[in-house]
């Protein structure tokens, strides 16, 4: 071991923030944090950003320990070979490991009209972008959410609370991981709110226009703001710099969250995909997988020897607005049980959920090291019986 380790960590989110602060145990050890933003973005938020009831952002200065420096840029290629990182002011970061955590992001939609007239959400510049253009039309106006999973489910609640006409449109079941009961609530909740569901699979979008959204069946629904909150994609940084990536773009790791190609990159978050089998997507998986990337690096510097990831998030947590939600509970296979807490209940447990997932940050900050999650001893029998 050298007398002084750089590590960097691409992506401040709730993995990269974990992973960073959770270095700090070591004073050999210097960790620098390379992130587009200035701000701490908490994603949990970014529907109550479009409906105008929180502003998803967060001083880093309250969730990054004092020891890990920031630097505001973008990874634009990493030099495996020469353990090197560009950024786009075209200066190149040294490393001597490097924690992978840039996030996920909303895909391109392969939709006729889509890219020009839907508006995505995933991030918080998007997600301001759609709150100014949902403030510039009248209170009527029709607003069609696209996507029934949770970012769908918590818009198009949050903004027909807020007295806004709303359309949610999913080619599917409406939030396919929730159990059909708590799915029933769901929808019970929705029409209560006024919000119109459309769903099944003669509700497939077929083309988005200024003022419609189409559908496989024929029916054309009138649209003055039309929200795109279905896929998923990850920041194409692995790909281009060589890294071995999934067919989502997701790098590539064993179960210590290493790279297959180069033990000096562990990745964390949404954009890693140990064995082929990712992990679910959560604020409070995020953080604890960064805390396992950290635990990696921590572990090799020490000589001693990686351990596999485990994190077990035994829950799925969904607003419906601010008086309404359905906390989903989940057996260790991460499918839904029938148990589910619904109403305010519900909303309570999910406002509890967005403010652990900053705090456990903060917590971290002050003690590094100190974070703790539940463990699945599932997950060998999971890769078992994942296809190869």
């Given at each position: ?15 990269g ?63 495996a070979?020469?353990r ?21 992001h ?63 449109v ?49 029916r ?9 909150t ?71 510097l ?12 035994p ?23 029938r148990?589910?807490?619904?109403g ?39 890769l ?5």
């Amino acid at each position: 071991m050298t007398a002084h380790t750089e590590v960097l960590v691409v992506g401040g989110g709730y993995a990269g923030v974990m992973a960073a602060n959770r270095l700090t145990q070591r004073d050999d050890v210097s960790v620098t944090l390379i992130n587009p933003r200035p701000t701490f973005v908490p994603r949990l938020r970014l529907h109550q950003l479009v409906a105008g009831t929180h502003d998803a952002v967060v001083d880093y200065r309250d969730v990054l320990a004092d020891r890990v420096r920031l630097v505001v840029d973008t990874a634009t290629r990493i030099d495996a070979a020469g353990r090197s990182v560009t950024l786009t002011n075209g200066r190149a970061a040294g490393y001597d490991h490097l924690i992978y955590a840039v996030g996920s992001h909303s895909i391109e939609a392969r939709v006729p009209g889509a890219d020009e007239f839907a508006h995505p959400i995933a991030t918080l510049e998007a997600a301001q972008r759609l709150r100014s253009i949902v403030e510039a039309v009248p209170a009527t106006a029709a607003l069609t959410v696209i996507g029934a999973g949770p970012t769908g489910l918590e818009t198009a609640a949050e903004l027909a609370e807020q007295g806004r006409r709303v359309t949610l449109v999913s080619g599917g079941v409406l939030g396919p991981y929730l159990h059909p009961r708590a799915r029933r609530t769901a929808s019970r909740r929705f029409a209560a709110l006024g919000v119109t569901v459309v769903d099944g699979p003669d509700a497939k979008v077929t083309a988005v226009t200024r003022d419609s959204v189409h559908l496989r069946d024929g029916r054309e629904l009138p649209s003055a703001v039309t929200i795109w909150t279905a896929g998923f994609g990850v920041p194409d940084l692995a790909t281009r710099s060589g890294l071995r990536t999934d067919n989502a773009g997701r790098l590539v790791t064993d179960e210590t969250l290493t790279s297959v190609d180069d033990e000096h990159i562990v990745a964390a978050g949404d954009s890693a995909a140990p064995s082929g089998l990712p992990f679910r997507m959560s604020a409070y998986a995020a953080g604890c997988l960064g805390a396992h990337a950290a635990d990696t690096v921590l572990r090799r510097l020490a000589g001693t020897p990686p351990t596999a990831a485990r994190v077990f998030f035994p829950a799925m947590c969904i607003s419906f607005g601010r008086g309404a939600g359905i906390y989903q509970i989940a057996h260790r296979d991460d499918t839904a049980m029938r148990l589910f807490v619904s109403g305010r209940p519900g909303a309570k447990l999910k406002e509890f959920a967005c403010e652990s997932s900053v705090k456990h940050l903060i917590n971290e900050a002050r003690k590094p090291g100190s974070h703790r999650w539940l463990k699945n001893d599932n997950r060998p029998q999971l890769l078992a019986g994942a296809p190869a």
